[in-house]
């Protein structure tokens, strides 16, 4: 089945600093990406749309300036937490849709996702 | 978007068969109702897809009637590794919102 790669896996920083997270479709290209995150014992939230070539979609209540998502290519996104503070440690987690895969309409892949603790 | 909702949690016991129903009245007409599965810590792992009546893959099988306004999930013989939460999505071409999920405990 399709791959979708995520780095790191876990990453500590200090407050103040930004930390990037990097999402990769390993077989497959994708036009559409989203990037999540989770709480403990909570549920995924959606954060952003990003599709390649063009600005991100960001939820509301999300700030863009916060969380800067890049989608340059067709394999691969970035998330950026820009100057980090303890709150935003998070569980960050992408998927990706992609441009020719088997299935049916929609069916989303997701990465193994990103454990951030800030300090 | 359509929304979904589910049970909270569920407990089963070892080699027990586990229906999970999630209930999307507004569901739309391009919406496909699909499963995921999560553990701690790990990205949500696809289970199965479904429009309507039933569908069957090598780990469950998906039940959705007529109106498809409610689906049901059916794991056959739990084992101890099912355990997890699990996620209904009414889910199409647009963005992807998750609801609350099931969180599955299986006792041995």
């Known amino acids: 089945g399709a791959v979708v790669s995520q780095h790191p896996s876990w990453v500590i920083c200090k407050s103040g600093t930004s930390v990037k997270i990097e999402c990769r479709s390993l077989d497959f290209q994708a036009t559409t990406m989203f990037w999540y995150r989770q709480f403990p014992k909570q549920s995924l939230m959606l954060m952003a749309t990003s599709n390649e070539g063009s600005k991100a979609t960001y939820e509301q209540g999300v700030e863009k300036d916060k969380f800067l998502i890049n989608h340059a290519s067709l394999t691969l996104s970035t998330l950026t937490v820009t100057s980090a503070h303890p709150e935003d440690s998070s569980f960050y987690i992408c998927s990706a849709r992609g441009r020719g895969l088997a299935g049916n309409t929609g069916e989303l892949f997701f990465g193994e996702g990103s454990r951030l603790t800030v300090l | 978007l359509a929304k979904t909702t589910q049970p909270i949690s569920m407990d089963s016991y070892e080699g027990q068969e586990v229906n999970i129903t999630c209930s999307h009245n507004n569901i739309a007409t391009n919406d496909y109702i699909t499963w995921y599965q999560q553990f701690p810590s790990q990205g949500p792992r696809f289970i199965i897809q479904g429009y309507k009546t039933k569908v069957t893959n090598e780990v469950a099988s998906l039940f959705i009637p007529a109106d498809r306004k409610s689906s049901t999930l059916s794991l056959p013989r739990v084992s101890l590794s099912d355990t997890a939460v699990y996620y209904c999505?009414?889910?199409?071409?647009?963005?992807?919102?998750f609801g609350t999920g099931t969180r599955l405990q299986v006792f041995p």
């Open positions: 999505l009414a889910l199409n071409t647009d963005k992807l919102i």
